[in-house]
């Protein structure tokens, strides 16, 4: 069954670096998304995707954060200077359509030092 | 993927025992729900989806039942074996589609 995969599993960053979190949607969707979760609280939505363009992002999304699909194949987000609070484990979904069963990759941890 | 915390609500259930997992919704206006599983180490898995147009759905050995008036969610699980062992989401689908809004989690434990 195809999945979605994320690259690296954990990165450990020092606070006021750059990161970059890969991600490798199903081949045939069409939309997706980033979703973080901090250590003992709830998945948060950070940003949507279609169409080379952003749909919809949260509050959390800010603009220390940006996303690329630099290829037909890859997603990334990156987060230009990384702040402690930033440490979390990110997600990538995609879905084949909107309002379409959104499938979550293994994601990375996110630790910033 | 953990969803470890001091307040994470737990439900505990003896092996074959049915559980039943509860959740709760603000937003009246949203019209599609999900019941997501997290086990330790990876990303949320999809079990079920339900549509406000429905008030039960069911799959294979889990249910799910909307009750709109209330804005209440629930996931079933029947025969409930060690694997199902987990932190169980909720979520809803805004009417734009693009956002998931989880809920808190639940976290299963299943004794054998």
């Known amino acids: 069954e195809p999945e979605v995969t994320q690259t690296p599993s954990h990165q450990v960053t020092q606070m006021g670096q750059e990161v970059i979190l890969r991600c490798v949607p199903i081949?045939?969707?069409?939309?997706f998304y980033w979703y973080r979760q901090i250590l003992g609280q709830k998945v948060e939505f950070l940003v949507s995707f279609y169409n080379n363009e952003i749909s919809e992002k949260s509050e959390i999304f800010d603009d220390q954060f940006s996303v690329e699909r630099p290829d037909g194949s890859n997603f990334t987000l990156k987060i230009r200077s990384t702040k402690l609070e930033d440490s979390a484990m990110y997600f990538c979904?995609?879905?084949?359509?909107?309002?379409?069963?959104?499938?979550f990759g293994p994601g990375t941890r996110l630790t910033v030092t | 993927g953990e969803s470890v915390g001091l307040h994470l609500p737990t439900l505990s259930v003896q092996e074959g025992d049915n559980s039943i997992i509860n959740c709760a919704y603000s937003?009246?206006?949203?019209?599609?729900f999900i019941w997501y599983k997290q086990e330790s180490g990876k990303g949320p898995q999809f079990i079920i989806d339900?549509?406000?147009?429905?008030d039960k759905r069911q799959g294979q050995r889990v249910t799910v039942l909307l009750n709109k008036t209330v804005k209440h969610l629930s996931l079933q699980i029947a025969a409930t074996q060690p694997g199902d062992s987990a932190v169980y989401f909720c979520?809803?689908?805004?009417?734009?589609?693009?956002?998931?809004?989880f809920g808190g989690g639940t976290r299963l434990m299943v004794k054998p």
């Open positions: 339900i549509r406000s147009n429905m």
């Open positions: 979520a809803e689908n805004n009417n734009a589609g693009n956002m998931l809004t």
């Open positions: 937003n009246s206006a949203s019209d599609y």
């Open positions: 081949s045939n969707h069409l939309y």
């Open positions: 979904a995609s879905s084949k359509d909107l309002r379409a069963q959104q499938y």
